[in-house]
């Protein structure tokens, strides 16, 4: 009787310490950055900080000049090559026809339907419009107006949003020419957003075409 007892004890530590190794990962020291109310789910957010992927194939755009690209693709359309909006204006970085048209580009579908167009249609846009506002980007670089730091990435941010004349004429008269465009959005939201990105590197041109 008591061989018979100690053989079940036996087995019945042996389930014990099996079943103990198998516990979840949670408990096992785990630093959880979030949790939901209810415990449901777990979520970690990536790193805000770029030398956490130093040596990593993941990009850090950062304030480079694809940053200023994803941001302003990101405020005008979320980022959608398709989108026409109420206005008639198109893409990833919501062109008008007349802009297609400077700039070389004949077919509003094909312009629609290819994101390597619109992407060079964007940085077109970019390098013609630091052209005509060089003398600007010299004279307001650096200084505050309205309570916004101008930046040259800001000013053509602005430039995109209401034309050349409009960044222009805003910052010649200190701030007190507002524009804003069809939606009621301000130059000068633009000009704060996207502030201090590179784009020193893009070189201003007349007579640029998109191919």
């Known amino acids: 009787m008591i061989n018979r007892w100690s053989f079940y004890i036996g087995i019945v530590m042996i389930i014990g310490f099996i079943s103990s190794a198998f516990k979840p990962i949670e408990s096992l020291?785990?630093?959880?950055?979030?949790?939901?109310?209810?415990?449901?789910l777990l979520y970690q957010f990536p790193s805000e900080k770029p030398s956490d992927y130093i040596g990593q194939t993941l990009p850090f755009i950062g304030k480079h000049f694809i940053g200023f690209k994803e941001a302003i693709g990101i405020r005008e359309s979320q980022g959608q090559y398709h989108?026409?909006?109420?206005?008639?204006?198109?893409?990833?970085?919501?062109?008008?026809?007349?802009?297609?048209?400077?700039?070389g580009i004949k077919n509003n579908t094909l312009?629609?339907?290819?994101?390597?167009?619109?992407?060079?249609?964007?940085?077109?846009?970019?390098k013609f419009n630091k052209f005509k506002?060089?003398?600007?980007?010299?004279?307001?670089?650096?200084q505050t107006i309205d309570g916004v730091r101008v930046t040259e990435s800001g000013i053509l941010a602005a430039a995109h949003l209401g034309g050349a004349g409009s960044i222009r004429k805003y910052l010649e008269s200190n701030g007190k020419k507002k524009c804003k465009d069809g939606y009621g959005?301000?130059?000068?939201?633009?000009?704060?957003?996207?502030?201090?990105?590179?784009?020193?590197?893009?070189?201003?041109?007349?007579?640029?075409?998109?191919?």
């Open 29 to 40: 020291n785990h630093k959880r950055l979030y949790v939901s109310e209810k415990e449901e």
């Open 83 to 103: 989108l026409v909006n109420s206005l008639g204006y198109m893409g990833k970085y919501q062109f008008g026809t007349s802009a297609l048209r400077f700039f």
């Open 111 to 126: 312009f629609l339907n290819s994101p390597e167009l619109q992407e060079k249609a964007f940085v077109a846009l970019i």
């Open 133 to 142: 506002l060089q003398d600007v980007i010299e004279e307001f670089r650096g």
């Open 185 to 211: 959005t301000s130059i000068k939201s633009y000009l704060k957003q996207f502030g201090g990105y590179e784009t020193h590197n893009i070189k201003a041109d007349s007579s640029v075409k998109v191919h």
